[in-house]
């Protein structure tokens, strides 16, 4: 006769110390897991870090550009402009001009004997590094601030005083977006809170 032995349940045997979790054991997964938050957060600190330092890199490239052979060439050629215009300068030396009597000036002594030719290839030049500058700026991948320490001030000279210019070469090449970038930098450099 064959005899079934159904096995039941079966009982749990005691721990024994061995089988408990050791205190040591328990210690080294709140080590682990504390290693682990601090490696997380160190990685995003870290990227954030590499971001900002992404952006402040990109800054100061603009900067080393300011001074680069180009634009020293067209800087220099508009200082040697203004340094022939010495009864313009004079005037806006010792009088306040406003926009619309500036432009009248500009008009009478400069735009009506083309004087301004020579310097058009070096005014484009500055508009083509304002614009880089200020798509940096508003896109996020420059640091704003330093962008602005730097750039700000003679954005917003070069935006009063050769926005007739930049008017000009639109009207004669109907590129309505010349000079357009270097105003728009000039204003919003501006009205940036100080406190931000």
Known sequence: MNKK?????????PQTEADKPSRFDSMAKV?????????VAQYVYDRVDAR???????????IEQYA???MLEARHALAEFWAGQGDLVGIFRNTSVSE???EALLDASVFR?????DIQRALLQVDSFYTQVGFCRSSGLCEAGLLDDYFCETARKYAF??????DRISDKTGDSGVG??????AVECATVDPAS
């Open 5 to 13: 032995t159904e096995a039941g349940p079966q009982e749990s045997e």
């Open 31 to 39: 080590v682990t897991l504390v290693i682990a938050v601090f490696g």
């Open 52 to 62: 900002a330092s992404g952006k402040k890199s990109r800054s100061i490239s603009y």
């Open 68 to 70: 680069n052979a180009d």
């Open 100 to 102: 619309r009597a500036y």
């Open 113 to 117: 004997a083309g004087r301004d030719a």
């Open 161 to 166: 005083v050769y926005g007739p210019f930049f």
């Open 180 to 185: 357009r970038e270097l105003s728009a930098y």
